[in-house]
T-cell receptor, first 113, second 115 residues
Framework: EPEVTQTPSHQVTQMGQEVILRCVPI?????FYWYRQILGQKVEFLVS????????KSEIFDDQFSVERPDGSNFTLKIRSTKLEDSAMYFC???????????FGPGTRLTVL | DQQVKQNSPSLSVQEGRISILNCDYT??????FLWYKKYPAEGPTFLIS?????DKNEDGRFTVFLNKSAKHLSLHIVPSQPGDSAVYFC??????????????FGKGTLLTVNP
């Protein structure tokens, strides 16, 4: 069964450093998302992406964040200058056209020191 | 932002009995609801969903009920099995255009099924 994959599973970085989190959505899906979950809190929407552009973003998704689909399979989330409060699990999700169900990847645990 | 609420942080049931997980929402514009199950160190796994035009959807041991007037939905698992032990998230979406559905999640309920 196809699934969303994410790399790395755990990323440790120093405050102020740039990180890139990678996702490979399910191959016939065209809508992509990033969510995050800070420890002990809700899963929160960050951004949605379709047709090579951002469809919607939350107030969390400020100028420090960017997303890109650099090729036909990868979908990336970049944080330019990480802060301590960016430490969280980051989940990628995708869905196909005409479908309401989003499928999630296993997540990347980002730890900012 | 408390648009989707799961007021019970945890629930414990005996194997073979029914588990009922509850979820309330405040935004009447939500038109699609989903339940996800999550194990530690894994991503949310889709379980079952329901459109706002229905009041019940069933898939094997899992049934979701929607009461729009009360803005309430529930997930019933029967019979419960120890492997069902996980955190269950309720999520809601609002059709923001095309197939682009931003999900709003509840805080989750930790279900423990005791053998």
């Amino acid at each position: 069964e196809p699934e969303v994959t994410q790399t790395p599973s755990h990323q440790v970085t120093q405050m102020g450093q740039e990180v890139i989190l990678r996702c490979v959505p399910i191959s016939n899906h065209l809508y992509f998302y990033w969510y995050r979950q800070i420890l002990g809190q809700k899963v929160e929407f960050l951004v949605s992406f379709y047709n090579n552009e951002i469809s919607e973003k939350s107030e969390i998704f400020d100028d420090q964040f960017s997303v890109e689909r650099p090729d036909g399979s990868n979908f990336t989330l970049k944080i330019r200058s990480t802060k301590l409060e960016d430490s969280a699990m980051y989940f990628c999700a995708s869905n196909r056209v005409g479908a309401d169900t989003q499928y999630f990847g296993p997540g990347t645990r980002l730890t900012v020191l | 932002d408390q648009q989707v609420k799961q007021n019970s942080p945890s629930l414990s049931v005996q194997e073979g009995r029914i588990s009922i997980l509850n979820c309330d929402y405040t935004n009447s514009m939500f038109d699609y609801f989903l339940w996800y199950k999550k194990y530690p160190a894994e991503g949310p796994t889709f379980l079952i969903s329901i459109s706002s035009i229905k009041d019940k959807n069933e898939d094997g041991r899992f049934t979701v009920f929607l009461n729009k007037s009360a803005k309430h939905l529930s997930l019933h698992i029967v019979p419960s099995q120890p492997g069902d032990s996980a955190v269950y998230f309720c999520a809601a979406s609002l059709n923001s255009g095309g197939s682009n559905y931003k999900l709003t999640f509840g805080k989750g309920t930790l279900l423990t099924v005791n053998p």
